[in-house]
């Protein structure tokens, strides 16, 4: 996990540690998942729903880190996407 923080925003990115260093085809781009958006901090499942609860804008990236959230209560079953056969969420809190 990493928390951004840019014009405002508290961003935070978390995915999957086994995603760090690979990359993800979408259409016809490469998209790597890299620790310097995503972080190299590998936290608890209460530290990123409490990082979740203070982000302005969150994506999250990975089964375990998608589930994470949706047992928190931050997500509903039809929140979620897919990016290149991954689970991935985005939440904006205003």
Not at 7 to 20: F, H, K, Q, S
Not at 27 to 36: K, L, N, P, W, Y
Not at 52 to 69: D, E
């Amino acid at each position: 996990m990493r928390v951004h923080r840019a014009r405002g925003e508290i961003v935070v990115a978390a995915c999957d540690a086994d995603l760090i260093g690979t990359s993800l085809r979408i259409g016809s781009r490469e998209v790597a998942i890299t620790s310097h958006f995503y972080g190299w901090r590998q936290v608890s499942s209460e530290e990123l729903v409490q990082a979740i609860r203070q982000g302005t804008i969150v994506n999250l990236l990975g089964t375990r880190t998608v589930t994470i959230a949706q047992k928190a209560g931050l997500l509903t079953a039809g929140g979620t996407g897919q990016l290149g056969g991954v689970p991935h969420a985005e939440i904006f809190q205003m």
